[in-house]
């Protein structure tokens, strides 16, 4: 089928601290992938996205790498931020039909 | 350029009850999504449409969700009668071409309480 895996939350990190948030994904064909971001209070936005193997899409310090082997999409920060407090959702589109689904969102926390 | 509108930005009814929400666009955008998101969950796609037909509705509860999108611009989404269980945010999106190398847009959301 076609879903997307997330790693489960909270996650609460210490300021400057190194960031990963795991997603993996199964899908038919060759799927786009997407983190989406929704800071408290605010709607999703796009943060970072690949759309073909070996991509790397970055923003705002972070990466993610679309690793096909792996199937996954994993979301990294070296150094997180209190402003990076926020519920990050890993989403990936199919070809036909431009389907776009997303995980069930990880919240972060990062405290002073 | 304007963003994704939604109105209304809550709204709260009892069960049985009914409710729409209306959702426009960003100009030109030719597809558009509704999504469900519970409370502690991610956005669950109701319906997308492509203009004004409909792509995917596989998701929507059709015994009392509807929408449509009449001229291929904005869109309404009503449930009617309203359940316990469909309280939650209702998240509009569009995007103007195919998701696979562009991005959704998103309004800020109808967030529903059924009592």
């Known amino acids: 089928g076609n879903s997307v895996t997330q790693m489960e939350g909270p996650v609460t990190l210490s300021e400057e601290a190194f960031l990963t948030i795991n997603c993996t994904y199964t899908a038919t064909g060759y799927p786009s992938l997407f983190w989406y971001v929704q800071y408290p209070g605010e709607g999703l936005q796009l943060l970072l996205k690949?759309?073909?193997?070996?991509d790397k899409g970055s923003n705002k310090g972070f990466e993610a790498t679309y690793r096909k082997e792996t199937t996954s999409f994993h979301l990294e920060k070296g150094s997180v931020q209190v402003s990076d407090s926020a519920v990050y959702f890993c989403a990936r589109s199919v070809n036909t039909g431009n389907q776009f689904y997303f995980g069930t969102g990880t919240s972060l926390t990062v405290i002073p | 350029e304007a963003g994704v509108a939604q109105s209304p930005r809550y709204k709260i009814i009892e069960k049985r009850q009914s409710v729409a929400f209306w959702c426009n666009p960003i100009?030109?955008?030719?597809?558009l999504y509704w999504y469900q998101q519970i409370l502690g969950q991610g956005p669950k796609l109701l319906i997308q449409f492509q203009n004004n037909g409909v792509v995917d509705d596989s998701q929507l509860p059709k015994d009392r969700f509807s929408a449509e999108r009449l001229k291929g611009v904005d869109s309404t989404l009503k449930i009617q009668p309203a359940k316990l269980e469909d309280s939650a945010v209702y998240l509009c999106?569009?995007?103007?071409?195919?998701?696979?190398?562009?991005?959704?847009?998103f309004g800020e959301g109808s967030r529903l309480t059924v009592l």
């Open positions: 100009s030109g955008h030719a597809t």
């Open positions: 690949a759309t073909k193997a070996d």
């Open positions: 999106a569009s995007s103007f071409r195919g998701v696979n190398t562009g991005e959704l847009f």
